[in-house]
């Protein structure tokens, strides 16, 4: 069947990849598990010149993506993606211990983020969102009788470079899983 219009369907997966000194992706990337809302929407700023009457020009600068990510549960790795801070692990099972850990001094990181939906049509649809960064709120809640419902938001600034990309959306006529190696 040949590429046609995509009808997208679902979100099945959502991953974050560190990004390395240079800007490029680092595998395998962390899995946000039970995923419900990727979305996203590209933002620029413009500024109008006006004479006689009306618009004449247009110019847009600084384009950006908002990015909305939110799942059930979280891993400390996902989180330590999302926010820095540093996940250590000691012991051995049956007594392993977990811990994140975050000081005032450690920024945020830049990552990618990566979702994947299948198609009516066949197929599926990947959204890639380059050098993201989590500039609003991370937040999370315990609460009695509920799942942990984890949320984060921000900007994608694009990769480094003059010309570089904000965003791809790559249809596949064949699904295809998130790349992780």
């Known amino acids: 069947m040949a590429l046609g219009?995509?009808?997208?369907f679902g979100l099945r997966d959502v991953k974050i990849f560190s990004?390395?000194?240079?800007?490029?992706?680092?595998?395998?990337?962390?899995d946000l598990p039970a995923s419900r809302v990727f979305s996203f929407k590209e933002v620029v700023e413009s500024?109008?010149?006006?004479?006689?009457?009306?618009?004449?020009?247009s110019h847009e600068y600084n384009p950006t993506v908002e990015w909305e990510l939110e799942?059930?549960?979280?891993?400390?790795?996902?989180?330590?993606?999302?926010?820095?801070?540093?996940?250590i692990t000691s012991g051995t099972t049956p007594a392993q211990v977990?811990?994140?850990?975050?000081?005032?001094?450690?920024?945020?990181?830049?990552?990618?983020?990566?979702?994947?939906?299948?198609?009516d049509s066949g197929g599926d649809l990947h959204a890639i969102v380059y050098r993201c960064k989590a500039d609003g709120d991370i937040e999370g809640g315990f609460e009695n009788g509920n799942f942990l419902l984890t949320k984060a938001a921000g900007k994608g600034y694009g990769q480094v470079?003059?010309?570089?990309?904000?965003?791809?959306?790559?249809?596949?006529?064949?699904v295809a899983a998130i790349v992780n190696a």
Do not use: H, W
């Not at 799942?71 to 996940?87: D, F, H, N, P, R």
């Open 98 to 119: 977990k811990t994140y850990s975050k000081t005032k001094n450690q920024a945020r990181p830049y990552f990618e983020v990566e979702g994947q939906a299948i198609s």
């Open 71 to 87: 799942g059930g549960g979280i891993s400390l790795e996902a989180y330590a993606a999302l926010a820095g801070g540093t996940v």
């Open 19 to 30: 990004l390395d000194a240079s800007g490029d992706r680092v595998v395998p990337g962390v």
């Open 47 to 57: 500024e109008q010149l006006e004479g006689d009457d009306q618009i004449q020009a």
């Open 5 to 8: 219009n995509s009808l997208p």
């Open 161 to 174: 470079g003059d010309e570089g990309k904000l965003y791809d959306f790559v249809q596949n006529e064949t």
